[in-house]
């Protein structure tokens, strides 16, 4: 570095460290076992025909945030 430079951030380090905290969350056995979970509540299950429309859109919600955190879980794990 010279002048100026050590001001800047480090993206660099950041770009390869950018995700891996997904892998260290969720590559465990017990990670594992927490996305199972995770997807047997929210995108494996149904609410019934009487639930409002507010429980539905809190339930897409949800499915959306699990399959999300499934998405980067995998990407990062290699699955």
Partial sequence: MTGWDWFDPDTAAK???A???WH????SDAG???LRDLETQ???SSLG???????LWMREGQRGLVLQIMRLA???TGE
Avoid: K
């Fill in 19 to 21: 995700g891996t905290h």
């Fill in 42 to 44: 929210f995108v494996r």
């Fill in 15 to 17: 770009e390869n460290d």
């Fill in 32 to 34: 594992q076992q927490v």
């Fill in 49 to 55: 025909p009487d639930v409002g429309q507010a429980a």
């Fill in 24 to 27: 260290t969350c969720f590559a």
């Fill in 74 to 76: 995998s990407r990062e």
